[in-house]
């Protein structure tokens, strides 16, 4: 029998499929086919998930594991913040070890286990690279622009101003007084249906700046819709922040991010581009349930027959966030 793993972070909500307990790796269309399957609301009784993390042997120097990310509706990323600290306690676990390297598609990424939030919170930190505000990386097109930083774009929406960074997936973010939960979601489909401007979508993050390294980010994202937190978003958004507003931004402390699951923190160094910071994402690893089922229903996208065995964890999460935060909206 093969072993799923329900994970969050942030409430971002993941299954973790390890391919190395199977006889036979699924295949890339078997791996989209099941993400499409098992984050629907009703395809198990854990309601609805934000995409499949996916781990694989890898023989990069220092690696445990690589990790991939299929997006709920059958995409793939190419990166995720809150799926890998997940993937980092899963190896951590597995190998014993708390400071190791995560291949991903564009990197090799250096993440470590971090002190617990609370009892039974466990958290870890991960390196959130590589970093690019080039148009050809995100890949983004307007007026033959080279980048698109804090600058008001009128076809998205009027009054905003927006900035673009790849980390490496794309974002676009926008510092907003209060924000627009319908004008967000507006944005976010017309920017992931096919439009001139982002040809292979994007995630979209409004942001309130709430003091001196606190944000509240909100993020619409890339082949899932609206999600509880994207932890790449919450990365590139402290990153643009930190450039942006340098009076409310203090680079000796890290930057609090409250989220509508959560809150994370986030470390930036600001280097002489936005290419050359740093960006380090910390926050919760949370397994909320433990799913077994053959490997043959695996191959097959069948969910009718898994067993759910929930953890423990998911109470011990919601009375931190409940201890922490005291108002996430
Ligand atoms: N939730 C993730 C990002 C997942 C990928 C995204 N939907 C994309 O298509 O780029 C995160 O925590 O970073």
Redesign the pocket.
Known sequence: MINLLRAH?SE?QFFILDQTQLSTPLTDTELSHLAQVICQPHATSLGSA??VLVVNTTTHPDCLGEMR?I?ADG?E????????RTVTRYLAEKSNQTQFKIATPFMDLAVEQAPDLAPNVPAFSVQIAPISMAASDLPLHYHDQAVLNDQAVPEFLPDQTFTAIAVP??HLISFVDKIDEAALGQLGQTLNAPNPHFTE?V?VSFAEIRGTNHLFVQ?Y????GF?N???????ATSLAFARQFPRAFDPTTPITVQNPGGVVQTRVHLGKTAATSQLHLIGNGTFTARLTLSETALHQADITQVLVTPTTEEAAYQAFVASTVPATK
């Open positions: 972070g971002n934000d995409g990310i997006n995409s990323a190419k990166m995720c913040g809150n799926g890998l997936n794309p979508g995630n993020t994202e890339r082949g899932v999600t937190a994207c932890g790449t978003g919450m990365s």
